[in-house]
């Protein structure tokens, strides 16, 4: 007699060409996602939404001329264009697989790499800067290229993991350097430094040995003491920094605009020194936000920030993929790591750097380019409910993986059966 199968006779669901259906393939992204973080993620956009509403106004100002006057929400109406793209984008990229979101990452990278050498040659300039390029929509090539870079530098860097021999470390370092002379070129200081931020918080978490790491880390402090020297740009940011700066120029303006509002804030719509701040909507959003809505809901901001940064960092503790570790440590320190620089600036303490406050400020390339940046991380920390970590990760090494707690529990469990 054959034993008895529970279902044995239960014929197996048709799958029409062996795949899923885009309905199943739906709630399997929903299982996987990390809702918290994208509702986190929405949330933030929503109120972005309200401060360049807020913010609209003191630009629209300031950019209507005799012959042409702005509507006061004009850079409102537009946002909420370029967000429905950007959220397209975002869903679109936390669709992928891991592997295709290191495909697209690799291919995206490769691409603006290319348009980024084309940049000093034909691009357009603006406020003295020549970042954008225009192929029938002018964007800057770098904001791309900003997740895409964390992606690739995941991938080279596991390579360690195939063959410990393979010189990673030299590869990665080429690469940073390469992007920092063409960012140099336009120039573009501030997104050097993000750059950088990133190699080297994704060169620590790959196991670098440290005295590797002490000699990069003293090239460059040598390198950043030589640019100050060498390059205009930067040493006049810093010394305008150090040195205080003129009366009422861009970050003393945001600085009072910023606290115009005291804790509580002046009202929705009735800041009025936001009235003279430049760039209001996009770097300087921030400060609006201070004067309208209170150092209180600036607060709130960062702790937002805060609160999205550490939930990826508590996805990621127990992930035992390397790419998936570095590629998603490298999206969320270039999200973060933008966002605190803006926010510094804005108080004053940190040089300009004219970088927008991610998923808050105005912006066409940028916004979709960081919303395709989140959506990147949301599909890269995907995880399968149903599954358990077989190896140790990185909250293993730690002690704080639910590794760590697993085995701690079978011990529990083996002692009670001995004793």
Same mark, same amino acid.
């Given at each position: ?62 950019? +209507? ?25 975002? @869903?679109?990229?936390?669709?992928? +697989? ?18 980024? @050498? ?30 895409? @870079? ?17 010189p990673v470390l030299p590869i990665a370092t080429g690469l940073l350097v390469l992007i920092a002379a063409l960012m140099m070129m336009q120039p573009n200081f501030g997104g050097t430094i993000l750059f950088g931020g990133v190699w080297f918080v994704m060169v620590i978490l790959s196991g670098v040995p440290w005295k590797r790491l002490g000699i990069l880390a003293g090239g460059s402090i040598a390198l950043l003491t030589a640019t100050y020297f060498l390059y205009d740009n930067a040493r006049h940011r810093i010394d305008s920094f150090f040195g205080g700066g003129v009366a009422f120029d861009q970050v003393d303006l945001a600085s009072r605009t910023l606290t115009a509002g005291g804790w509580t804030g002046a009202g929705y ?16 959003? @921030? +400060?609006? !936000? ?70 808050? +400020? ?54 009670? !059966?001995?004793?």
């Amino acid at each position: 007699m054959q034993p008895f199968v529970p279902g044995a006779k239960r014929k197996p669901a048709h799958i029409p060409g062996g795949k899923l259906s885009r309905w199943s393939q739906l709630k399997i992204w929903w299982r996987e996602i990390d809702r918290v973080l994208l509702f986190m993620i929405l949330g933030l956009m929503a109120f972005g939404t309200i401060a360049v509403a807020a913010a609209s106004p003191a630009s629209a100002n300031r950019l +209507s001329t005799s012959s042409e006057t702005l509507d006061p929400l004009y850079f409102f109406y537009r946002h909420l264009a370029w967000q429905a793209v950007a959220l397209c984008v975002l @869903f679109g990229a936390s669709l992928l +697989s891991r592997e295709n979101a290191r495909r697209l990452g690799i291919l995206l990278g490769a691409g603006m790499l290319g348009l980024l @050498f084309l940049v000093p040659f034909f691009g357009v300039e603006i406020n003295g800067a020549r970042r954008w390029i225009n192929l029938g929509m002018q964007f800057q090539p770098s904001e791309f290229l900003k997740p895409a @870079f964390a992606i690739v530098l995941a991938w080279i860097l596991s390579w360690r993991m195939r063959d410990p021999n393979l010189p990673v470390l030299p590869i990665a370092t080429g690469l940073l350097v390469l992007i920092a002379a063409l960012m140099m070129m336009q120039p573009n200081f501030g997104g050097t430094i993000l750059f950088g931020g990133v190699w080297f918080v994704m060169v620590i978490l790959s196991g670098v040995p440290w005295k590797r790491l002490g000699i990069l880390a003293g090239g460059s402090i040598a390198l950043l003491t030589a640019t100050y020297f060498l390059y205009d740009n930067a040493r006049h940011r810093i010394d305008s920094f150090f040195g205080g700066g003129v009366a009422f120029d861009q970050v003393d303006l945001a600085s009072r605009t910023l606290t115009a509002g005291g804790w509580t804030g002046a009202g929705y719509g009735l800041g009025l020194r936001k009235m003279s701040l430049p760039e209001a909507h996009t770097d300087y959003i @921030f +400060s609006v !936000i201070g004067e309208e809505f209170g150092l209180i809901v600036c607060g709130f901001v960062v702790l937002a920030y805060l609160a999205i940064i550490l939930r990826v960092l508590m996805r990621l503790v127990d992930e035992e993929d390397l790419f998936a570790l570095l590629a998603g440590t490298g999206l969320v320190s270039l999200f973060g790591g933008q966002a605190f620089i803006n926010m510094l600036v804005n108080l004053q303490l940190f040089p300009s750097k004219g970088m927008t406050l991610p998923l808050v +400020s105005y912006g066409g390339s940028s916004t979709i380019a960081i919303c395709l940046a989140v959506g990147l991380l949301v599909a890269i920390t995907r995880r399968n409910p149903y599954l358990k970590s077989s190896t140790r990760g990185l909250g293993d090494l730690l002690g704080i993986g639910q590794g760590g707690a697993m085995k701690t529990s079978e011990a529990r469990v083996t002692r009670e !059966i001995h004793q």
